[in-house]
């Protein structure tokens, strides 16, 4: 078993390694490794190690062109759960509040359906697809640093509350640094995870786009959320748009890439979802006049005719209802699902 | 030769009687103060001396020893002058014996004999009066405040005019009588254009006492609309006025010749301000602070996250227990700071953010460490949140809103009924509060905060219980998602 070494001997060594190298240096380190003190190093601080020849390992990352030689581990859940549909929700780290809305509802609604999400637990997009995806189910993260280390910082919370119920991976063994570097190669595994890969919000050049790239590369279906024409945080999807990426309109249009059925939306949520049926009058009118566009309270009041308090009345209900989401004092509709 | 008068230190908001004795001696000519006096009330001598012969009386040339007791309290400030003036005239005959029975003085004296008014006249004949004295020499400008504590001004211009009151030569002058504090300038709710939700929120924090968190990017009316609030707000009841009346005397800040503070204050200090400076403090004995003098008032904190960290957590003591409580060298002291706090802030750092017009180039990073200025414990202090996005073109040309008389008039009713009996919580709005707490980030606190917010809702609406509806419209004044997580 000379996987574990490697993946050691590249951590101590700074370099990426996909497999043994033939140099004396290696040769010399793999006879000194003492693999079980190591695996039982890990163990102690919760962690595990799969390899790449070991059955448990991912099939559909064994399918790239350059997998890893072997997952670092982290979490309760079983590396299994990434074997059944799931599908990689990416983009900006600097995303707008709606970017960031739409990344936690799709993740969200996607988790509820049975879809596993799986993101890079960076700053934006990514941190918001996993907080959505939780509302609802694990989540898988993939790092580009060491196992053990939260990266950011700022996430570190974040992280327990992935592994708490999902998987937090890396190919990096205890004690690497991030680097500008390792990330592009950490893309290499979310793309490689998921059947198909949803960009949010990209910049022109983009680390979601390199995501994107890798999954058009190997025979995975990409998906792009279209945004404005005007703004840079479209350029990107935009852009994937026009090399034809299926765009994202609805819940729907990933559930049906995923080849999953719409309906299979667990009950309690269609309490909140989709039963416009027996929406009340006052809500339906706000609901209607939200799904216009983009609206502030005032405006929306001034629209339709009510007070400023019924507004706000209305506004609330329809958010806890899914169906109107708020950011920076701006309403938009909810995610459509079908 | 001895003589006594009294008057009265200020210990916080407090007064603590201190007798000044005055004794001449045959010696070598001098002239000393004892009992731990501090700078300027050291200076006396040189102001009483002074005055004494500008008023044509006679300086005795005499050894002089004023002793102020308890000389284990620290003095502080010029209102001994008088009492020391007058100590020393009692001493050397120039006033009858018996004219200082119950008679205490308080004030500061110019060169020229001129009597002039301290801060603190209106808890100095609270002391006054507490110690069963009938009558106060005070400035004329602090006759006002002293007549609030029900003690007789003797009301003068000039020591001269003292001493010719005190020997019966002639009556007190008449002080004007309190002035039924002319309203200080209030902006108008009416010059607010659009900003609908602004205003409805403004007016349940009025009704209900609420603190208020108002974001959004800059020029967009957030100060403007919190300016107005006092406008809105009831005026004080007697004992709320005269407690603020006290904070306001003893630093200072009352309008001479005003009688009580009516209205309720409205403190903006700027971002700059120190910690003593908010919550009270200061090297010397402990002075109130901005929270206190907002005491019954609003506290308005323009540009939050710019207040120092210190700062704004040492306003969580007053806002949880309605006091601030200072500890120095010189003395504690409690002061009374239930104010209710407005305070704006933008969505980031360059203000950008939320305004459709402009681009904000903040990174994520700079964003967060901008929020996280606020921690969630003050955060959790707002019952009312909301972000104020750019108003449009047509808002701003729309006719002027409800003017402050009117929703001023709504608010009394709803604090008259939330007094009377508190709305309580349908089942069914219950129901939507427990939905509600599943859903969303909602701590125990912010749900007792929201159902707090329905009751104003239902009571400003004129509801006898909180309906699903008056929930549904406090739910939408939680502070918002990306300021909790």
Not at chain 1, 29 to 54: N, P, T, V, Y
Not at chain 1, 287 to 306: F, H, K, Q, S
Request: net charge neutral.
């Amino acid at each position: 078993m000379t996987e574990l070494a490697t993946a050691v001997f590249a951590a101590d060594t700074g370099a990426h390694l996909i497999d043994a190298p033939r140099s004396r240096r290696f040769e010399l380190f793999r006879r000194g490794f003492d693999e079980a003190a190591f695996l039982r190093g890990l163990a102690d601080q919760g962690l595990r190690w799969i390899a790449r020849s070991d059955p448990r390992f991912p099939a559909r990352l064994l399918t790239i062109h350059d997998p890893p030689i072997g997952l670092f581990v982290r979490g309760v859940a079983s590396l299994a759960m990434v074997d059944g549909p799931t599908v990689a929700i990416v983009g900006a780290r600097a995303c707008s509040a709606y970017g960031g809305e739409v990344a936690a509802q799709l993740a969200r609604t996607l988790t509820q359906a049975g879809a596993v999400v799986i993101s890079g637990l960076a700053r934006g997009i990514d941190a918001q697809a996993h907080r959505g995806a939780l509302e609802a189910g694990p989540t898988v993260a993939v790092l580009g640093c060491g196992i053990d280390r939260d990266y950011p910082r700022a996430h570190a919370t974040l992280a327990a509350e992935i592994a708490a119920t999902g998987l937090i991976v890396s190919e990096y063994a205890p004690g690497v640094e991030p680097a500008p570097w390792r990330f592009p190669a950490r893309n290499r595994i979310v793309a490689g995870l998921a059947d198909a890969t949803v960009v949010v919000e990209a910049r022109e050049r983009s680390g979601a786009l390199i995501t994107a790239d890798l999954a058009l590369d190997e025979g995975r279906e990409v998906l792009a959320v279209p945004g404005e024409i005007t703004s840079q945080l479209s350029k990107g999807t935009n852009h994937l748009l026009r090399l034809g990426a299926v765009p994202v309109t609805c819940v729907g249009d990933v559930l049906a890439v995923l080849g999953l059925d719409p309906n299979c939306l667990d009950p309690d949520f269609e309490r909140h979802g989709a039963g416009n049926a027996a929406l009340e009058p006052r809500l339906e009118r706000v609901r209607v006049a939200v799904a216009d566009g983009p609206v502030g309270a005032d405006e929306l009041a001034r629209r339709i005719g009510l007070s400023a308090g019924d507004v706000a009345a209305a506004l609330a209900e329809l958010e806890l209802l899914g169906m109107v989401v708020q950011a920076d004092g701006v309403f938009r509709e909810g995610l459509r699902r079908g | 030769m001895l003589a006594r008068t009294v008057t009265h230190a200020l210990v916080g908001l407090e007064p603590r009687r201190v007798e000044v004795e005055a004794r001449l001696e045959r010696a070598q000519p001098a002239f000393a103060i004892v009992g731990l006096a501090d700078r300027a009330c050291q200076e006396a001598k040189e102001r009483v001396r002074s005055g004494i012969s500008a008023s044509e009386l006679e300086f005795p040339i005499r050894r002089i020893t004023v002793n102020l007791a308890p000389a284990s309290l620290r003095k502080e400030g010029s209102g001994f002058d008088l009492p020391i003036a007058l100590a020393i005239l009692a001493a050397s005959d120039q006033l009858p014996p018996g004219a200082l029975d119950g008679v205490a003085a308080f004030g500061e004296l110019a060169l020229d004999g001129r009597v002039r008014p301290v801060p603190g006249a209106l808890v100095a004949a609270e002391g006054v009066r507490r110690g069963h004295l009938r009558q106060l020499v005070c400035a004329s400008e602090s006759a006002a405040e002293v007549a609030l504590a029900g003690v007789e001004p003797i009301a003068v211009l000039h020591l001269a005019d003292a001493v010719a009151c005190l020997c019966g030569l002639r009556d007190p002058p008449e002080w004007p009588e309190p002035v039924s504090n002319a309203p200080p300038f209030v902006p108008d709710l009416a010059e607010v254009r659009g900003q609908e939700r602004g205003r409805r929120a403004l007016e349940l924090a009025a009704a209900g006492g609420h603190n208020l968190l108002l974001a959004g990017p800059p020029g967009t009316g957030k100060t403007m609309l919190a300016r107005r609030l006092p406008g809105i707000l009831p005026r004080l009841d007697d004992d709320r006025a005269l407690e603020v009346t006290r904070i306001h005397s003893v630093s200072g800040v009352l309008a001479p010749a005003g009688g009580l503070v009516r209205i309720p204050p409205f403190r903006a200090p700027h971002h700059s301000a120190s910690t003593a400076a908010i919550v009270g403090g200061g090297g010397r004995g402990p002075q109130p602070g901005e929270a206190s003098l907002a005491h019954c008032g609003v506290l308005f904190l323009d540009e939050l996250p710019e207040f120092a960290r210190p700062v704004l957590e040492s306003l969580r003591q007053p806002l949880e227990d309605g006091v601030v409580v200072v500890a120095r060298v010189l003395g504690r002291a409690v002061f009374p700071a239930r104010f209710q706090l407005v305070a704006t802030m933008n969505l980031c750092p360059c203000g950008a953010r939320g305004d459709p017009a402009a681009r904000c180039a903040c990174s994520p990073q700079r964003v967060q460490r901008y929020r996280e200025r606020l921690s969630r414990a003050l955060l959790d202090r707002f019952d009312l949140a909301l972000t104020v996005p750019r108003p449009r073109g047509d808002e701003l040309a729309a006719p002027p809103g409800e003017p402050s008389s009117v929703v001023a008039d709504r608010v009394r009713g709803a604090r008259a009924r939330l007094r009377d009996a508190s709305p309580e919580l349908t089942p069914a709005a219950s129901d939507l509060l427990t939905r509600a707490v599943e859903r969303l980030p909602l701590s125990g606190r912010g749900r007792a905060r929201v159902a707090r917010v329905a009751c104003t809702v239902a009571a400003l609406a004129g509801s006898e219980s909180v309906e699903p509806e008056h929930l549904a419209e406090a739910l939408s004044y939680r502070p918002p998602k990306e300021l909790v997580e």
